[in-house]
């Protein structure tokens, strides 16, 4: 039986991606073939300067069909985009090619082409221009998905934000027992789907220790109230939890996924704990879509030196 491909967006083009994902692929085999979507021009003149090989098979996208596709390959389709060049400092320039990219992609997957998509990092400030709050956000725009969960998963131990990239100072105002809820419902119907088990979840209090000095203590009166709607409705979730001790060795393994009020409360202990050993998955999309756990990481670029064992875990975790 063959293996459905797993379809790339290699996202800013003046990122770490081209190293770390060519290093992935010299290095690793997978069962599933791999269609890339990138500018040809901009991935062989970065490969070069890193002194990296890269050998693909070119294919052309069409809206029905893919032309030339080879099963044991690395496929790549052209997204030829001339402003840029390799290694140059991220800027809004990029946005249009990056956009044509997810574009392709989200077409091969409308047609059945696979399930499976991940993208490459992408700079917020650029290429969302304040519209969207994430790559997260945006997918679900483009795919007119409601309601989804960003989950940054690890197999020891899994997070997910309530409230993704926003101000610290609107976060209350985006905590709310249906947000919740429709959380908890996609994360479940997740882990169902994909390790065929009900997902063992924790949940954390919104403010220091599950106390408040003020009037209303979204604590008592929003987080406790929805976790016990919830284990009526045969959710098994426990909570709410303070922040600062449910990520302690003995409170964690009880759980395949915390759920936190907001991105920096779960996302810092995350990367603490497994550092690049982690993968960023939209649950919910009407597709599996993975990202590794990264930004850009305009520093490092071109410098040869990147960890590439994020976007390694990604292809892994949709090699099936």
């Known amino acids: 039986m063959k293996f459905k491909p797993i379809i790339i967006v290699a996202g800013e083009p003046n990122s770490i991606f081209s190293e770390i994902f060519i290093k992935t692929i010299n290095k690793n085999k997978f069962k599933s073939p791999i269609i890339l979507i990138c500018s040809k021009k901009l991935f062989l003149e970065q490969a070069k300067a890193l002194k990296l090989n890269f050998l693909f098979n070119e294919i052309e996208e069409k809206s029905y069909l893919i032309k030339n596709f080879k099963y044991k ?10 402003q840029l060049k390799p290694f140059e400092k991220i800027s809004s320039k990029s946005n249009e090619y990056i956009n044509n990219c997810f574009e392709i992609g989200l077409r091969l997957v409308k047609i059945k082409i696979s399930n499976k998509f991940i993208n490459g990092p992408i700079s917020k ?114 909570g709410p939890f303070a922040a600062d001790t449910i990520f302690q ?31 960023n998955i939209t649950a919910g999309l009407p597709f599996i879509r993975v990202s590794p756990d990264h930004g850009p990481n305009e520093k490092m670029l071109g410098k040869n030196r990147s960890n590439y064992k994020s976007i390694l875990n990604s292809i892994r975790f949709l090699d099936y």
Not at 249 to 275: A, C, W
């Open 73 to 82: 390959k690395l496929n790549l389709i052209n997204v030829d985009y001339e």
């Open 249 to 279: 060795k003995n409170n964690r393994k009880k759980f395949d996924l915390i759920l936190g009020m907001y991105h920096d409360q779960v996302l810092s202990p995350i990367k603490t704990l497994f550092e690049y050993d982690a993968i």
């Open 125 to 238: 400030e650029t290429f969302l221009k304040n519209k969207f709050n994430g790559i997260t956000e945006y997918l679900a725009f483009k795919t007119k998905t409601k309601n989804y969960a960003m989950i940054i998963y690890n197999k020891k131990l899994s997070v997910s934000p309530i409230t993704t990239h926003i101000p610290i100072k609107y976060i209350v105002k985006e905590i709310s027992k249906l947000n919740i809820i429709n959380k908890v419902k996609v994360i479940d119907k997740f882990w169902k789907n994909k390790f065929r088990k009900k997902a063992k979840l924790a949940i954390t209090g919104l403010n220091p220790h599950c106390e408040s000095i003020d009037k209303f203590n979204e604590d008592k009166k929003i987080i406790f109230p929805v976790v016990k709607y919830l284990k009526n409705k045969n959710y098994n979730i426990d």
